[in-house]
């Protein structure tokens, strides 16, 4: 078992996979999202979109 840093979080984890990147589901889930920020249509408030079509950072906004 080797020991790495996570590419998002920098968090130190052990794996056995040598080429491993990443710490949890959750960090890869991030890694994965690859679209760029974008602001809100109604709060001008910068978030990153799970689509490229998004338009909105939330369901209150919509």
């Not at 130190?12 to 890869?28: G, I, L, P, T, V």
């Not at 889930?29 to 978030?47: D, L, M, T, V």
Request: with cysteine.
């Amino acid at each position: 078992m080797a020991q790495f840093s996570c590419q998002i979080c920098d968090s130190e984890f052990k794996s056995y996979n040598k080429n491993a990147k990443y710490c949890s589901q959750k960090c890869k889930g991030k890694a994965y999202i690859k679209h760029s920020i974008k602001k809100c249509k109604i709060c001008r408030k910068e978030y990153k979109p799970i689509r490229a079509t998004s338009k909105f950072c939330s369901l209150k906004c919509c």
